[in-house]
């Protein structure tokens, strides 16, 4: 992972999601927030890593495995520090205004076509208030709901960008990615291809 000093990253447009209907308050999408060069080491070094099979997608758990029927994390789901290479993209990640401190825990998560993620609000009692996921590969959307209305959201995330959840967004909403064949994308039916996302979160432990 490259350190050089990384550009302002651009931001979605002002609080609109596709379709027009407000993005929920505290999602904040950067957009080429990876630069474009660090992803192809980046895809590499997850490409070997140690796949987890036990959810419909694979996925890889580092600095605490979260144990997602209990939903919760413990001291005996330590895994230990990041891994070096993970290191300095959770240090800068860390330095954003919504973070408090470096995230230690990091969940990859890789979409094949018709794979996705139900709709859910990360654990609470286990990470703190603020949540950011890293896009690589294909583009997908994500559909966000409003836990005490019918209001609903939803926004492309392309490879390299970074959405940010923090406030209302991160426990007033749930975000989800429809498992699909396709997404419509500027009035554009396009297939999947494979997309991996990385989420960095700072784990709450158990006193
Ligand atoms: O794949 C993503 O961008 C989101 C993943 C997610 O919501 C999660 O791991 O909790
Ligand atoms: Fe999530």
Same mark, same amino acid.
């Given at each position: 992972?490259?350190?050089?000093?990384?550009?302002?990253?651009?931001?979605?447009?002002?609080?609109?999601?596709?379709?027009?209907?407000?993005?929920?308050?505290?999602?904040?999408?950067?957009?080429?927030?990876?630069?474009?060069?660090?992803?192809?080491?980046?895809?590499?070094?997850?490409?070997?890593?140690?796949?987890?099979?036990?959810?419909?997608?694979?996925?890889?758990?580092?600095?605490?495995?979260?144990?997602?029927?209990?939903?919760?994390?413990?001291?005996?789901?330590?895994?230990?520090?990041?891994?070096?290479?993970?290191?300095?993209?959770?240090?800068?990640?860390?330095?954003?205004?919504?973070?408090?401190?470096?995230?230690?825990?990091?969940?990859?998560?890789?979409?094949?076509?018709?794979?996705?993620?139900?709709?859910?609000?990360?654990?609470?009692?286990?990470?703190?208030?603020?949540?950011?996921?890293?896009?690589?590969?294909?583009?997908?959307?994500?559909?966000?709901?409003? #836990?005490? @209305? /019918?209001?609903?959201?939803?926004?492309? &995330? =392309?490879?390299?960008?970074?959405?940010? $959840? %923090?406030?209302?967004?991160?426990?007033?909403?749930?975000?989800?990615?429809?498992? #699909?064949? @396709? /997404?419509?994308?500027?009035?554009?039916? &396009? =297939?999947?291809?494979?997309?991996?996302? $990385? %989420?960095?979160?700072?784990?709450?432990?158990?006193?």
């Amino acid at each position: 992972m490259s350190e050089s000093a990384r550009p302002p990253s651009r931001e979605s447009p002002a609080g609109r999601s596709r379709g027009g209907s407000p993005l929920p308050r505290g999602a904040r999408l950067c957009l080429d927030y990876l630069p474009a060069g660090d992803a192809p080491r980046l895809r590499d070094l997850l490409d070997g890593g140690p796949w987890r099979d036990d959810l419909k997608r694979r996925v890889q758990h580092y600095g605490w495995r979260y144990d997602y029927r209990a939903r919760k994390i413990t001291h005996a789901l330590r895994l230990g520090p990041l891994p070096l290479w993970l290191t300095p993209l959770a240090s800068t990640i860390g330095d954003l205004p919504e973070f408090e401190r470096v995230p230690d825990q990091v969940i990859v998560n890789e979409y094949c076509p018709e794979q996705g993620i139900s709709a859910h609000v990360d654990c609470e009692p286990c990470f703190g208030p603020a949540i950011a996921s890293l896009s690589l590969g294909g583009a997908v959307e994500m559909v966000f709901r409003h #836990r005490q @209305s /019918d209001k609903s959201a939803s926004l492309v &995330l =392309p490879p390299l960008s970074l959405l940010v $959840l %923090t406030g209302e967004a991160r426990y007033d909403w749930t975000h989800e990615i429809p498992a #699909r064949r @396709s /997404d419509t994308i500027d009035g554009m039916r &396009l =297939p999947r291809t494979p997309r991996v996302s $990385l %989420t960095f979160r700072t784990a709450i432990r158990e006193p």
